[in-house]
Antibody, heavy 121, light 105 residues
Framework: EVQLLESGGGLVQPGGSLRLSCAAS????????MSWVRQAPGKGLEWFSY????????HYADSVRGRFTISRDNSKDTLFLQMSSLRAEDTAIYYC??????????????WGQGTLVTVSS | IQMTQSPSTLSASVGDRVTITCRAS??????LAWYQQRPGKAPKLLIY??SRESGVPSRFRGSGSGTEFTLTISSLQPDDSATYFC?????????FGGGTKVEIK
């Protein structure tokens, strides 16, 4: 059974930093692209970061480019998100998702349960 | 690419046929997915590339290509009360529709 378990969320002050992790199990992690998607309270879904299976290709939404960095450690089946210069509008549930990318079958096949990030003073 | 969903909410009875529309601001061929999100839960993939994900009930059907797409629930069930999102994966930046909340009368 595929499982994605996010961790690292919490309360952080504006301008602060936070690192999220997503531990994967039940799949050959190194074979799959991964993404981060977030959802502000009561709002819709926003994709904002993608990394290819081996980590050689990354993409970001304009809303986070230059502030967030996606990475992965395939030896530990773990996806990371380093967030800096956090703003109130970054407050959201952060989901890691298996898949993403563009082209045939590039859907978000499976999602973790999410971790809440709250940016507030 | 902007994704526009309609309606934003709908209320229907058990057994009704329900249709949700998603329009793309430019052609995305058939690179479109539909997700179901129940309150407090993570989204779940229903449809991609116009095909049902494994394990998804046959009452869910996705259709369309180019810029206009529909998700049809052929006979609404109580378990289908949720918010539904479309998402394009034709090009980065990947984008979602605003969501359609389906309520059971």
């Amino acid at each position: 059974e595929v499982q994605l378990l996010e961790s690292g969320g919490g309360l952080v002050q504006p301008g602060g930093s936070l690192r999220l992790s997503c531990a994967a199990s039940g799949l050959t992690f190194s074979r799959y692209a991964m993404s981060w998607v977030r959802q502000a309270p009561g709002k819709g879904l926003e994709w904002f970061s993608y990394i290819s299976d081996e980590g050689g290709s990354t993409h970001y939404a304009d809303s986070v480019r230059g502030r967030f960095t996606i990475s992965r450690d395939n030896s530990k089946d773990t996806l990371f998100l380093q967030m800096s210069s956090l703003r109130a509008e970054d407050t959201a549930i952060y989901y890691c998702a298996k898949g993403g990318g563009v082209g045939a079958a590039a859907r978000f096949e499976f999602w973790g349960q999410g971790t809440l990030v709250t940016v507030s003073s | 690419i902007q994704m526009t969903q309609s309606p934003s909410t709908l209320s229907a009875s058990v057994g009704d046929r329900v249709t949700i529309t998603c329009r793309a601001s430019q052609s995305i061929t058939n690179y479109l997915a539909w997700y179901q999100q129940r309150p407090g839960k993570a989204p779940k993939l229903l449809i991609y590339d116009a095909s049902r994900e494994s394990g998804v009930p046959s009452r869910f059907r996705g259709s369309g290509s180019g810029t206009e797409f529909t998700l049809t629930i052929s006979s609404l069930q109580p378990d289908d009360s949720a918010t539904y999102f479309c998402q394009q994966y034709s090009s980065f930046s990947l984008t979602f529709g605003g969501g359609t909340k389906v309520e059971i009368k």
